[in-house]
């Protein structure tokens, strides 16, 4: 129910966003959707730069600079701040990169990996994570060990046991999911970190998709680094993410692209890695005071529910089963296609392009354990029309 005065989600709210009103759009959790109002903002701020650009770059920006005077408090410190509050923990604590994966990037690359050593994964890991943790291991004669998690998911104490089972003499780091991305699971991050430091492996979260899907106590999760994307579920712009560091690992820690910051500390290090458009990241705080002026709990609210049921009746309606437990949802849920629309990628690939070209609905559609699955996002210019509309495309070619 909404509070008197607030605008009712659903279709009404495509006009805070410029999506084409052409096209059904489910696939929020790819790349996001930035909403207008955000996007005006960066405007405001790109026409700032413009009329002072050294300036502002030079000077109000960050402190890594050519010298002289700065402006205080520097204007990423002051993002860097408000993100912070939203999630939880410290500005001196977080610091901006594009997105998660050059997070997750920075601290691999950053750790002294040892011939023999072991970065432990899941299978519902990330590609290009995946892809980054097998670089940095090849390249320091590490290994990559992948622990199989089960799905459907019900019980998040398994899926505990199951990364504590992967766990050897050698692991130096655990990559853990926050919310998976192609199986759309919130794993139990505590309870897996908790384990894992209790055996003194250090835990590195992707949480690409937890902000503004998940309320956020970074620091009372009990983990060394958190990288995040805002660009996603917090309205930021692309490309927008973060990268949160406890204190004590914060010393070292290096940012993907080295630059005048080097050495200087872990703020300056990452505020200032070369000339580029800073506004996506200023902006952020734009995305996360409208969610807050709609109200972040019901934002949450709405989405997983309207994800929760739209899975449930598409199942329904296809004949297949949703099998993973509700508690372990966010505003994506991913469940099973019918096994006539086939079982590869490329078959995969088909019917996302036949999705989008004929029935101008946009979803994200992948092949996995030899059958396809379809990931649903809601967000609160969503309803169960739109849904509906998915439902009936899949079933007229099943």
Not at 144 to 173: D, N, Q, Y
Not at 285 to 309: C, K, Q, S, T, Y
Not at 314 to 324: K, M, P, S
Not at 341 to 349: F, I, M, S, T, W
């Given at each position: 129910m909404?509070?008197?005065?607030?605008?009712?989600?659903?279709?009404?709210?495509?006009?805070?966003?410029?999506?084409?009103?052409?096209i059904?759009?489910?696939?929020?959790?790819?790349?996001?959707?930035?909403p207008?109002?955000?996007?005006?903002?960066?405007?405001?701020?790109?026409?700032?730069?413009?009329?002072?650009?050294?300036r502002?770059?030079?000077?109000?920006l960050a402190r890594?600079?050519?010298?002289?005077?700065?402006r205080?408090p520097?204007?990423?410190?002051?993002?860097?701040?408000?993100?912070?509050?939203?999630?939880?923990?410290?500005?001196?604590?977080?610091?901006?990169?594009?997105?998660?994966?050059?997070?997750?990037n920075?601290?691999?690359r950053?750790?002294?990996?040892?011939?023999?050593?072991?970065?432990?994964?899941?299978?519902?890991?990330?590609?290009?994570?995946?892809n980054?943790?097998?670089?940095v291991a090849?390249?320091?004669?590490?290994?990559?060990?992948?622990?199989?998690?089960?799905f459907?998911?019900?019980?998040?104490?398994?899926?505990?046991?199951?990364?504590?089972?992967?766990?050897?003499?050698?692991?130096?780091l655990?990559?853990?999911?926050?919310?998976?991305?192609?199986s759309?699971?919130?794993?139990?991050?505590?309870?897996?970190?908790?384990?894992?430091?209790?055996?003194?492996?250090?835990?590195?979260?992707?949480?690409?998709?937890?902000?503004?899907?998940l309320?956020?106590?970074?620091?009372?999760?009990?983990?060394?680094?958190y990288?995040?994307?805002?660009?996603?579920?917090a309205?930021?712009?692309?490309?927008?993410?973060f990268?949160?560091?406890?204190?004590?690992?914060q010393?070292?820690l290096?940012?993907?692209v080295?630059?005048?910051g080097?050495?200087?500390?872990?703020?300056?290090?990452?505020?200032?890695?070369?000339?580029?458009d800073?506004?996506?990241?200023?902006?952020?705080p734009?995305?996360i005071?409208?969610?807050?002026?709609?109200?972040?709990?019901?934002?949450?609210?709405?989405?997983h529910?309207?994800a929760?049921d739209?899975?449930?009746?598409?199942?329904?309606?296809?004949?297949?089963?949703?099998?993973?437990?509700?508690?372990m949802s966010?505003?994506?849920?991913?469940?099973?296609?019918?096994?006539?629309?086939?079982?590869v990628?490329?078959?995969?690939?088909g019917?996302?392009?036949?999705?989008?070209?004929?029935?101008r609905?946009?979803?994200?559609?992948?092949?996995?354990?030899?059958?396809?699955w379809?990931?649903?996002?809601a967000?609160?210019?969503n309803d169960?029309?739109?849904f509906?509309?998915?439902e009936?495309?899949?079933?007229?070619?099943?």
């Amino acid at each position: 129910m909404k509070a008197p005065g607030l605008p009712s989600f659903g279709r009404a709210m495509r006009e805070e966003w410029a999506l084409d009103p052409a096209i059904t759009y489910l696939n929020h959790g790819t790349v996001g959707a930035t909403p207008k109002r955000v996007l005006q903002a960066q405007q405001a701020i790109r026409e700032e730069i413009e009329r002072q650009p050294s300036r502002f770059m030079l000077r109000d920006l960050a402190r890594v600079g050519v010298g002289g005077r700065h402006r205080e408090p520097l204007r990423l410190r002051e993002a860097a701040a408000a993100v912070a509050a939203f999630v939880g923990a410290r500005g001196d604590d977080l610091v901006f990169t594009d997105n998660a994966t050059g997070a997750v990037n920075a601290v691999l690359r950053s750790l002294p990996f040892q011939p023999e050593d072991e970065i432990l994964l899941s299978d519902h890991a990330y590609g290009g994570v995946a892809n980054a943790a097998a670089f940095v291991a090849r390249e320091r004669g590490a290994r990559v060990r992948i622990v199989e998690l089960p799905f459907p998911a019900r019980e998040p104490e398994r899926i505990v046991e199951v990364f504590a089972g992967g766990l050897s003499a050698h692991t130096r780091l655990a990559i853990v999911d926050h919310i998976t991305s192609e199986s759309a699971l919130v794993l139990p991050v505590a309870r897996i970190a908790e384990c894992f430091q209790s055996r003194g492996v250090p835990v590195l979260v992707d949480g690409a998709h937890a902000p503004g899907v998940l309320p956020l106590d970074i620091p009372a999760l009990g983990v060394d680094w958190y990288a995040g994307n805002l660009h996603k579920w917090a309205w930021a712009p692309r490309s927008c993410g973060f990268l949160w560091a406890r204190a004590d690992r914060q010393q070292g820690l290096h940012p993907p692209v080295i630059s005048w910051g080097l050495d200087q500390g872990f703020t300056d290090e990452f505020d200032w890695v070369g000339t580029r458009d800073p506004s996506p990241w200023l902006v952020a705080p734009e995305g996360i005071a409208f969610m807050r002026e709609l109200g972040i709990e019901r934002v949450r609210a709405h989405n997983h529910a309207l994800a929760w049921d739209a899975a449930n009746r598409l199942c329904a309606r296809w004949g297949t089963a949703l099998e993973t437990a509700e508690a372990m949802s966010g505003a994506m849920v991913t469940l099973p296609l019918p096994e006539g629309l086939g079982r590869v990628k490329e078959d995969a690939q088909g019917l996302r392009d036949a999705l989008l070209f004929e029935d101008r609905i946009e979803a994200q559609v992948h092949a996995w354990r030899a059958r396809l699955w379809v990931r649903l996002s809601a967000q609160i210019y969503n309803d169960s029309s739109d849904f509906e509309r998915l439902e009936t495309a899949v079933a007229a070619r099943a």
